[in-house]
């Protein structure tokens, strides 16, 4: 592997890292919001839940897209 194409897959490899970050902010805010906006502990636990699938789906389409660079690189 060239040192260019390395260096390619390595500043894509950390864009989609950052990228997983963000959404994992995002998750973790939206969840922070809707238990301080929920009315009693039936909300706060479906907005916890719902921010935890936010962050699995963040992960996974993260682990998709490495796979993805992985085989075209």
């Known amino acids: 592997m060239s040192a260019m194409s390395r260096l390619k897959k390595d500043c894509i490899w950390f864009a989609?890292?950052?990228q997983e970050g963000f959404s994992y902010v995002k998750a973790?805010?939206?969840g922070l919001a809707k238990k301080m906006t929920a009315k009693?502990?039936?909300e706060a636990?479906?907005?916890?839940l719902k921010a935890a699938k936010m962050q699995v789906?963040?992960?996974?389409a993260v682990e998709e897209t490495k796979k993805r660079l992985d085989k075209s690189l």
């Open 16 to 18: 989609v890292s950052v």
């Open 28 to 30: 973790f805010l939206f």
């Open 40 to 42: 009693n502990e039936r």
């Open 45 to 48: 636990t479906e907005a916890d």
């Open 57 to 60: 789906e963040a992960h996974d």
